[in-house]
């Protein structure tokens, strides 16, 4: 596995992403059993970067993770979930993180993310709870997902607490991240978390031909090529959902070598256009 730092904090740069574990927005446990042993192979395979949201499966998804990461050393895990943007009065994110423990099963979270901004609450008012989830121990680390430059930027200044990242959708698909939000987050010490990386699996070999031939030259998948292209960028982590093992396998595969700059500029010019988040 690979590795990233920024300051004290260090990442596997492939985690896993758990929408569609236990159900999709509604609870659903009749693959229980498969997304558990999922998990685990993830864990196992190295993929200690665990992220989840009290949205995915109505918290059923967080359930599942306390129960994978049992037999785990705690310490030895990276732990993020997520407080969605009906929660984030100052109230409703402590007692959304609180919630989240408790299915979890575990004391504290290693990152705790405002999931959407929500501009009809405050940012002040859920920001000043984020920092005391953190002075409380109940959260290691705060993020946000889906914000803007702007909105990371005050988050930032209202914070007493570095964020740790904005986790976004970054894929060869929608590489808007690239125009100014990437290169902030690499300038500041942020980590840009990619999610649907492999864009719910809409790429794949056939999708590109010069996807296709770049897989074929470093004698990889569509798949690994694609994951590769955005563990190159500084500060960026990938979380792929992955629930079978083969695919877990095929996502690790991503690490361990690297596209040359010749590569990333025939992948950035074969896919221009980008699907607007």
Not at 17 to 28: E, I, K, P
Not at 102 to 130: C, F
Not at 168 to 175: F, R, T
Not at 250 to 258: A, F, Q
Request: one cysteine or more; aromatic letters at 8%.
């Amino acid at each position: 596995m690979e590795y990233k730092e920024i300051g004290a904090v260090k990442l596997s740069a492939l985690g896993i992403g758990t929408y569609g574990f236990g159900g999709g927005l509604t609870r659903d446990t009749s693959n229980d059993r498969r997304d558990i042993e999922a998990l685990q192979y993830a864990i196992e395979l190295g993929m200690t970067h665990i992220d989840t949201s009290e949205m995915y499966a109505d918290g059923h998804s967080e359930e599942l993770i306390g129960q994978a990461i049992r037999d785990f050393d705690r310490h030895s895990l990276f732990v993020a979930t997520k407080v969605f943007q009906s929660g984030l009065t100052f109230n409703g994110v402590i007692e959304g993180c609180k919630q989240s423990l408790r299915r979890l099963g575990t004391d504290y979270v290693d990152l705790y993310l405002i999931h959407w901004p929500n501009l009809k609450i405050p940012l002040s008012e859920t920001i000043q709870a984020m920092d005391e989830l953190v002075r409380q121990g109940s959260a290691r680390f705060i993020g946000v997902s889906n914000f803007s430059i702007k909105l990371l930027k005050q988050a930032q200044e209202l914070s007493h607490h570095p964020i740790l990242t904005d986790q976004v959708e970054y894929s060869l698909l929608v590489k808007n991240p690239e125009s100014d939000l990437l290169p902030y987050c690499q300038k500041n010490d942020i980590f840009l978390t990619a999610y649907r990386p492999i864009g719910r699996g809409r790429i794949r070999a056939g999708v590109n031909q010069v996807l296709d031939d770049v897989a074929k030259e470093h004698n990889r998948t569509a798949v690994q090529v694609a994951l590769n292209y955005l563990i190159c960028q500084e500060n960026v982590l990938v979380i792929p959902k992955a629930a079978q093992r083969h695919h877990l396998e095929e996502n690790l595969g991503s690490m361990g070598w690297r596209l040359d700059q010749e590569d990333i500029r025939a992948l950035q010019q074969a896919f221009q256009t980008t699907i607007a988040v």
